[in-house]
């Protein structure tokens, strides 16, 4: 599933629908049903040129892909965990290597916490302990690796 997931990560499911990435499922669902309508092959004329029509089909595929990414809350939570891990690698390198059993723990609010050099805290809920690799800092950009034992 992973590896699946990496090559996922190399076309932006959101841009494909026309989406920004904070639309909810509603929203989504809308913008695609609409560029299905746009693209469908039985809605093209059947007078436009083939390099068209393989163009719409093509343009077909890719939405109903982002749609069965995106339209499902569990493979959305992951892509969106993953463009934002990409998304940090991207910002610079890792500053530290932590294990979670470093971090408190905050029963309040269900998650793991360490302070940052700076004053910060790099925070992971609960939720998102078994998914997340990399946790930047709230204040400054540092960036720490989650290392599972």
């Known amino acids: ?14 841009s494909i629908l026309g989406a920004d990435p904070s639309a909810n499922v509603s929203d989504l ?6 560029l299905v309508l746009l693209y469908h092959p039985d809605k093209q004329s059947t007078d436009v040129p083939a390099g068209t029509m393989e163009e719409c089909m093509q343009k ?11 339209g ?5 939570k992951m892509y969106d965990l993953q463009r934002h891990e990409a998304e940090l690698r991207s910002m610079g390198p890792v500053d530290a290597q932590v294990y979670l059993e470093e971090m408190s723990w905050n029963k309040d609010d269900e998650s793991f916490s360490l302070t940052c050099r700076c004053g910060g805290k790099y925070t992971v809920s609960k939720d998102e302990v078994e998914e ?17 034992q």
């Open 132 to 148: 997340v690799n990399l946790v930047s800092c709230d204040t400054c950009s540092l960036i720490v690796e989650l290392l599972h």
């Open 60 to 70: 077909f595929i890719e939405i109903d892909q982002a749609w069965k990414i995106l």
């Open 72 to 76: 499902n809350e569990e493979t959305k």
């Open 29 to 34: 669902k809308q913008k695609y049903q609409k």
């Open 1 to 14: 599933m992973v590896m699946a997931f990496e090559q996922t990560l190399k076309k932006d499911w959101y």
